[in-house]
């Protein structure tokens, strides 16, 4: 598992950190209440903007924990951090591991998972930069090659293993490929906020591409559209990070200069041998709370007071509103600008709309979940992602439609190592079936079907597999039905 988390200025890690004993929970063995072998990462969205910015300045040239520059902001890299809290963990320590249902590199019983969870989460901070490179974050950390991830990468992936990424953000994804000139301090933009061509840049409405006015790249009017009719671009410009000849995006683009969300999926499908079975992607990031607040949802970017009260000319910039706010923390006429009508204290614990975010998520069909950051608790969202993993994990249920079937036979398939890439398994469907129990025939294996068993739901078949033990980590059982 690789979470990733904003580090740009949310504070809303607070929530993540109270309620991921939940998704911990979720992942226990019903029957003894044991974890599976488990390897937690955690990453933060701060990648830089290629040195466009001043040193020391959140999103210029910053130094690492190992002491060498980087324009690419942490890199993607793991975050095993020490300070300002000192957390529980083994020094040298890249991630967190549980295995054979015992602690590994971090201290106390198994169970004191989440608490150096917490701590570490906790010390990644609000100090990165506003421009948050999210999903590429993801890229780097676990695929790029040549900026010197990839003794991580090989410690850390395993091929038989479900990977699950979880990113936590009140803000959109601004991954661009190359950091190409679209960063900076630049004259022309001063009248909106410094992300705001993230979104300008990287989303449309109704069809039209928010770089034509209104809103206009620089931003010169007010905009707002139902979020049902927003989307994020899909028309990446060429980069050299793809092997494509370089675009300028210093200047106004026909194409978005921000990295393809689906370039970036397939690059972390391809990590395994079978992305349906073995990946999951959640996000608790700016999205509706639910379907009624979705048929409601606006899209708006409108001014709202400059928090650069240094800058006289511009005493009020463009910016994009929060599409939802904290139930317990709405917009109220004591805290509201009587000249813009932005309320920033309700804004703080609200999300801007997430579109490239969510088109990540989509990407992944029935393997992607989505969650509203506005949410007052995140307990439920934690569960459900911890249930669902662990479903994919053991997932030994069979719909109750199994019954009307003419004939079914069954299947070991075996993970063997890829030829064409060692690192990933690849499944070996078995010559001989594997038959139903059956007190005449005491051939190992075999299967028995139990209905309405737990964890199954009413009227599903629990699938038990009588003496597994020959069989390697990671072997799935296959029904082939007619």
């Known amino acids: 598992m690789v979470v990733m988390v904003d580090n740009s200025g949310s504070a809303k890690v607070t929530k993540m950190n109270a309620a991921f004993p939940k998704l911990i929970a979720a992942l226990k063995d019903p029957n003894d209440g044991s974890l599976p072998d488990l390897r937690i990462a955690i990453i933060d969205s701060d990648l830089g903007t290629g040195c466009a910015y001043d040193p020391g300045t959140s999103c210029g040239q910053k130094t690492l924990p190992d002491g060498n520059l980087s324009c690419l902001g942490d890199m993607g890299r793991f975050q095993m951090l020490t300070s300002p809290t000192a957390c529980a963990f083994n020094a040298g320590a890249e991630f967190l591991e549980v295995k054979n249902n015992t602690a590994v590199n971090f201290t106390g019983p ?3 998972i989440n608490t150096v969870f917490a701590c570490l989460a906790s010390n990644v901070g609000t100090g990165g930069c506003g421009e948050e490179h999210q999903l590429q974050a993801f890229e780097l950390a676990l695929t790029a090659k040549g900026i010197g991830n ?32 679209m960063f900076g301090e630049k004259p022309e933009l001063r009248g909106e906020s410094a992300s705001l061509r ?37 028309d990446a410009c060429p980069n050299a990070i793809d092997g ?3 675009t300028d995006t210093s200047q106004p683009t026909n194409c978005s200069p921000l990295r393809s969300v689906k370039r970036m999926a397939e690059n972390i499908k391809a990590l395994k041998g079978n992305p349906d079975e073995q990946i999951v ?28 009260t240094a800058d006289t000319q511009h005493p009020t910039v463009f910016d994009l509103w929060p599409v939802c706010y904290d139930p317990d923390h709405k917009p109220a006429p004591a805290t509201t600008d009587p000249t813009t009508g932005f309320d920033a204290t309700a804004a703080g614990p609200g999300a801007a709309p997430g579109l490239r975010l969510a088109a990540f998520v989509d990407e992944f069909g029935a393997n992607g979940l989505k969650f509203s950051i506005c949410q007052p608790d995140f307990s439920d969202s934690m569960t459900q992602i911890g249930a669902t993993l662990a479903q994919r994990m053991q997932n030994r249920c069979l719909p109750a439609s199994y019954a009307q079937y003419a004939s079914c036979s069954a299947y070991v398939l075996s993970p063997v ?18 038959p139903a129990c059956d007190s005449t025939n005491p051939a190992t294996p075999c299967y028995t079907l139990v209905p309405d068993a737990s964890p199954c739901a009413t009227g599903e078949f629990l699938v038990q597999l009588d003496d597994a033990s020959g069989l390697a980590p990671g ?3 296959e029904f082939v039905c007619r």
């Not at 989303?203 to 139902?226: I, V």
């Not at 990031?285 to 379907?291: A, R, T, V, Y």
Request: with cysteine; charged share 20%.
């Open 110 to 112: 198994v169970d004191n």
């Open 281 to 308: 992607v959640a996000g608790i990031f700016g999205w509706p709370l639910d379907d009624q607040d979705m048929a409601t949802a606006t899209y708006k970017i409108a001014p709202v007071p400059n928090a650069n």
């Open 244 to 246: 494509e000849k370089a």
């Open 198 to 234: 993230c979104a300008t840049r990287g989303h449309q409405c109704g069809g039209k591409n928010l770089t034509d006015s209104p809103p206009g790249y620089p931003t010169d009017a007010s905009f707002s559209a139902p979020l049902s009719t927003c989307a994020a671009r899909t």
């Open 150 to 181: 990839e003794q991580q990468q090989a410690d850390f992936l395993r091929g038989n293993a479900l990977l699950a990424l979880l990113f936590i953000s009140d803000e959109d994804d601004c991954s661009a490929a190359t950091n190409d000139g």
């Open 475 to 477: 072997t799935l059982l």
């Open 417 to 434: 190592p890829n030829p064409k890439d060692p690192t990933q398994v690849i499944y070996q469907r078995g010559a001989a079936t594997v």
